[in-house]
């Protein structure tokens, strides 16, 4: 099956400018994640979507960052305005539902999308 | 309570010795504790998970051995190889309503010397 897709892979922009990052999840995956990855530190969750809806949004700075899951299948992440500290790779990640007691939920993590903030 | 502390930060070992990373958590309600692998340049991967009633799992050659009281679980990869070189992080799941979350360690950056 194919995997997460991301895009753009890289993208550079000037602080106070605004910037939009894409995913296409796992075909039939229910649940959508969007994790900041700051250089040399492990993922940190921003958003999770079930379905079109959000069920965790507790550590998105939302004065700055929004998300939006179309029809419960591609999101769209966007920062405005972006700051020199929002220099991170974002990765999108999908999973089909809740863990079991014989089997793990897993994670199917995007490549990443590395933006640097000048 | 929601931490998932790692250790060490950056690991060096020889083609054919043991790597072991180590991790702690504080929160009891965890119900999963996977561990990913990432390569520079992707997205981390899911290399094996145990669940906390489980003391030891073992696929090849990467092994979790888990300890409830202690609140610890550790990764061992036997006879590493230079293809092991990437960054391990250890996550803890967390499920709620109809919804699971993983917390991450900071990572271990591990080189495998040939």
């Known amino acids: 099956e194919a995997g997460v897709a991301q895009s753009p892979r890289y993208k550079i922009i000037e602080k106070r400018q605004s910037v939009a990052f894409w995913c296409n999840p796992i075909?039939?995956?229910?649940?959508l994640y969007w994790y900041q990855q700051i250089l040399g530190q492990g993922p940190k969750l921003l958003i999770q979507?079930?379905?079109?809806?959000?069920?965790?949004d507790s550590q998105l700075p939302k004065d700055r960052f929004s998300a939006e899951r179309l029809k419960g299948v591609d999101s769209t992440l966007k920062i405005q305005p972006a700051k020199l500290e929002d220099s991170a790779v974002y990765l999108c990640?999908?999973?089909?539902?809740?863990?079991?007691?014989?089997?793990?939920?897993?994670?199917?993590f995007g490549p990443g999308t590395r933006l640097t903030v000048l | 309570q929601q931490q998932v502390k790692q250790s060490p930060q950056s690991l060096i070992v020889q083609k054919g010795g043991i790597s072991i990373i180590n991790c702690a958590y504080e929160?009891?309600?965890?119900?999963?504790f996977p561990w990913y692998q990432q390569f520079p340049g992707k997205g981390p991967a899911l290399l094996i998970a145990i669940r906390p009633d489980v003391s030891e799992k073992k696929e090849g050659r990467f092994t979790i051995s888990f300890n409830k009281s202690a609140k610890q679980f550790s990764l061992h990869i036997m006879d590493s190889q230079p293809g092991d070189s990437a960054t391990y992080f250890c996550?803890?799941?967390?499920?709620?309503?109809?919804?699971?979350?993983?917390?991450f360690g900071s990572g271990t950056r591990l080189s495998i010397r040939p």
């Open positions: 979507f079930q379905n079109n809806g959000v069920v965790d």
């Open positions: 996550a803890a799941s967390l499920a709620y309503s109809s919804a699971s979350k993983i917390i």
């Open positions: 929160n009891t309600a965890f119900d999963y």
């Open positions: 075909s039939g995956h229910a649940t």
């Open positions: 990640a999908s999973s089909r539902g809740l863990a079991t007691l014989s089997s793990y939920n897993e994670q199917f």
